[in-house]
């Protein structure tokens, strides 16, 4: 495929922009804010899943307006096209100690509910002051096991969305907004 084509072919996927970068703004100032003024100044420490989470990391912590550290760790959940496999592998774990800790999970999508489900039982076993889950996006509908988190931005229907850190085969992440996926 020539360039052009391949250009052409690769913005033909993005159907509609679903949450503008105005609204997912917004919503994560809101979310700083009622963060902020729920722990009281004790010690936050905001884990971001690699790599979906890293775009709504950057912008939430820096609404958090009293001291939080932060750390990453990596989840991959297999995908087949736009279909989850089920199988989710932790490859990059955390380093600290969290037992010290108020720690909040910071999740770009609760699909099935697999990832969370298996990274928040890892993280309850190491015995954290308390654990959180703040997710972007979370799709309902689309749950396997029984998992709710703590916040959620945005609920959206059944669609496989792409942009914001989101990607579909590893592109699409930088867009500055959430779009719905041309499938
Ligand atoms: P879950 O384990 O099925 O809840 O899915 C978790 C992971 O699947 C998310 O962290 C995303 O990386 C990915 N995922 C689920 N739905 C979408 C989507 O609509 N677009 C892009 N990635 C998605």
Known sequence: MDKIKAIEEYNSKIKRVLISEEEIKAAIKEAGKKISDSYNGEPILLVSILNGAFVFMADLCREITVPCE???????????GTNSSGIVNITMDLEQDISGY?????E???????????????????????LRVVT??????RRIVDFDPDMSLFVIEDL????????????????PYIAEYNQ
């Open 70 to 80: 932060i750390a990453f760790m990596c989840a991959k959940s297999y995908y087949n």
């Open 102 to 106: 108020h720690v909040i999970i910071v």
């Open 108 to 130: 770009d999508i609760v699909d099935t509910g697999r990832t969370l489900n298996d990274v928040v039982k890892l993280l309850k076993a190491r015995n954290p002051l308390s």
């Open 136 to 141: 972007l996006l979370d799709k309902p509908s």
């Open 160 to 175: 496989f969305v792409i942009g914001y850190g989101l990607d579909c085969g590893e592109y699409y992440r930088n867009l």
